[in-house]
């Protein structure tokens, strides 16, 4: 199928469908050159998804950067800082910014906002991940537009997630949404860059077969954030591998995204909801260690998709301690899964090999259990 401008481009029913909308909109459509917040551009895009939320009855949760690109005028710096005390300092100064700033914008319309600070850390474990949704479900119950962002005040590498991108299609996920709308400084996922004479809007996306090909680049233009092209495509990726449809395009054509016009990229969904927070787990946490497996501890986990058992473990790897998420590897070194662990590095070494049985007679019953849970373990390749 053709997917340029012109071809499957009509009318998106399953957009104009949607009543619980994750929307992302990214630092250089809400700061100045400067880096300062551009209060015209948060009320430009705060009058569109207030209206849309009244008149269809929408419920709406924003994902929202522009924390540090917002700090940087107010403590003298000219760009944003690479090291991470310094970009944290920024992020601290510039989420009170942006929330006052769209408290104020939403209030015009009588809409109260509530701040959700995210790290991977609080969505990969399992009552993290209840916790949050509730959090946010009850916000939206009471009318309230979320306002999320990571938290990076306080996030270290380990629990970054790395992108406002990626961090609104886990919440699309979390949330339960029937859309993601991500909003950005340009109209869609174009065939090469857009400035060249000659590129052509892709229009929609069924699969990764419509990718193919496609030089995606990696930086913003505006220098204030983290994402790019590719970091949008990758999230849009993950949304609709989980079952939620996805629309890219630029600030300027919110209003028509959400109308279900022919606006930006169409990316249909490609697969179906995945369970719980496993979603988050292989896409939003970092392993801090591995474990690997042989050849039927691989088979077990992969084809029968049981738990891990001490007994099918031939190496640790890593510093880590119990809860942490850890990689699964074949002996070739192949990453297969990924799981929350139920012991420390340093304790592993000793069960290795061993069945639960034998631990529990030597060791006491608190061994007689998985080294992951099954219901804590995804699987990166089947």
């Known amino acids: 199928m053709d997917t340029r401008d012109g071809a499957g481009g009509g009318e998106r029913p399953s957009v104009r469908r ?22 015209d551009r948060v009320d430009a895009l705060v009058d569109v998804l207030a209206k849309r939320a009244e008149r269809d009855d929408r419920e709406i949760v924003l994902v929202s950067s522009g924390a540090i690109a917002a700090g940087l005028a107010p403590l003298g710096l000219a760009k944003r800082p690479r090291d ?59 009318g309230a537009v979320p306002i ?32 993601l709308v991500m909003l950005s400084d340009v109209d869609g996922l174009y065939d090469g860059d857009p400035a060249t004479p000659g590129t052509s809007r892709i229009a929609e996306v069924r699969g990764p077969h419509d990718l193919e090909g496609l030089d995606i680049g990696s930086a913003g233009s505006a220098g204030v954030g983290t994402g790019g092209m590719a970091t949008k495509v990758e999230a849009a990726r993950i949304a609709a591998g989980a079952g939620v449809p996805v629309v890219l395009t630029s600030a300027a054509s919110a209003a028509d995204a959400l109308a279900g016009r022919p606006t930006g990229t169409y990316f249909h969904p490609t697969g179906r909801r995945a369970a719980g927070r496993l979603l988050w787990l292989a ?62 590095a340093r304790e592993l070494p000793r069960l290795l090999g061993r069945t639960t049985h034998e631990l529990a007679r030597e060791l006491g019953p608190a061994y007689e259990r998985e080294v992951i849970h099954r219901d804590d373990l995804v699987l990166l390749r089947d």
């Open 18 to 39: 949607a009543r619980r909308i994750v929307v992302k909109v990214g630092s250089s459509s809400l700061t100045t050159a400067a880096g300062g917040l551009d209060a």
């Open 84 to 142: 991470l005390a310094r970009q944290q300092a920024a992020a601290s100064v510039g989420q009170g910014l942006l929330v006052a700033r769209y408290t104020a914008s939403f209030a015009r319309y009588g809409r109260r906002v509530g701040q959700v600070l995210l790290t991977s850390d609080d969505t990969s474990r399992r009552a993290h991940y209840r916790n949050a949704y509730r959090t946010l479900d009850q916000l939206l119950a009471m």
């Open 148 to 179: 999320v962002n990571e938290n990076d005040t306080v996030a270290t590498d380990e629990i970054r997630f790395g992108d406002n991108d990626r961090l609104a299609a886990l919440v699309a996920h979390l949330v339960r949404a029937d859309l």
């Open 283 to 344: 896409h939003a946490s970092t392993p801090l260690g591995a474990l690997v497996l042989d050849e039927g501890a691989v088979r077990a986990v992969v084809e029968r998709r049981t738990s891990l058992l001490p007994a099918g473990i031939a190496r640790v790897e890593g510093e880590f301690t119990a809860g942490d998420p850890v990689e699964l590897r074949d002996g070739e070194g192949r990453a297969v899964a990924r799981g929350l662990v139920n012991f420390d």
